[in-house]
């Protein structure tokens, strides 16, 4: 039974770049949630999907932005990028009714 | 903004002892969970308590949850040297509202 798959794992980009990072959910889970987790902290919640919507977002600009696609994957777009930017992006997906995440291993975002 | 915050920051003890973490939060909540974290990589689901029940056992945790003072604690017993990680607490104040996350505890465990 896969997990959260994420992709990709690694990623350098320059200040001002645009980025997109992949989701693929748990198998028979249909929420999609994205977090940021910069080094030492503990992950802040970006913004969760369901139904192909935003249902909830934190406090992130719009530069952040997402998409849910039908197969309940989701991708998150991260427009004019800052060195802010650089951090661990936690994709989780969950389903209604369930309150536990599984959370995948990540992608990590480097900007120069 | 973070709601959950551990305590302590930092844990160090020997194989074969007990660790114990805490948390506090500041509203009221759904649920808490705890999660662990290895070397910056992603999040595994530890255990859930909800905010009607007061311990929970898993294994070699359990967590403890005090509503009346916003607080929750996590045993691991009988420590191992594979269960050096980061530890966070996550609250929710609704059923499947976004998890808020605390800054986690480091724990190492010295074989």
């Known amino acids: 039974d896969a997990g959260v798959t994420q992709s990709p794992t690694h990623l350098i980009k320059t200040r001002g770049q645009q980025v997109t990072l992949r989701c693929s959910p748990k198998s028979g889970h249909d929420t999609v949630s994205w977090y940021q987790q910069a080094l030492g902290q503990g992950p802040q919640f970006i913004f969760q999907?369901?139904?192909?919507?935003?249902?909830q977002r934190g406090n992130f600009p719009d530069r952040f932005s997402g998409h849910q696609f039908p197969n309940y994957s989701s991708e998150l777009n991260v427009n004019a990028l800052l060195l802010g930017d650089s951090a661990l992006y936690l994709c989780a997906s969950g389903s209604t009714g369930n309150y536990g995440y599984t959370f995948g291993s990540g992608t990590r975002l480097t900007v120069v | 903004s973070q709601q959950g915050e551990e305590d302590p920051q930092a844990l160090s003890i020997q194989e074969g002892e007990n660790a114990t973490m805490n948390c506090s939060y500041k509203t009221s909540i759904n649920n808490l969970q705890w999660y662990r974290q290895n070397s910056g990589r992603g999040l595994v689901h530890l255990i859930l308590i909800r905010s009607n029940e007061r311990e929970k056992h898993s294994g070699r945790l359990r967590v403890t949850l005090d509503t009346s003072k916003k607080s929750s604690s996590l045993l691991i017993t009988a420590s191992r040297a594979a269960d050096t990680a980061s530890y966070f607490c996550a609250t929710a104040y609704s059923g499947n509202t976004p998890l808020v996350f605390g800054k986690g505890t480091r724990l190492s465990v010295i074989a």
């Open positions: 999907y369901y139904e192909e919507e935003e249902r």
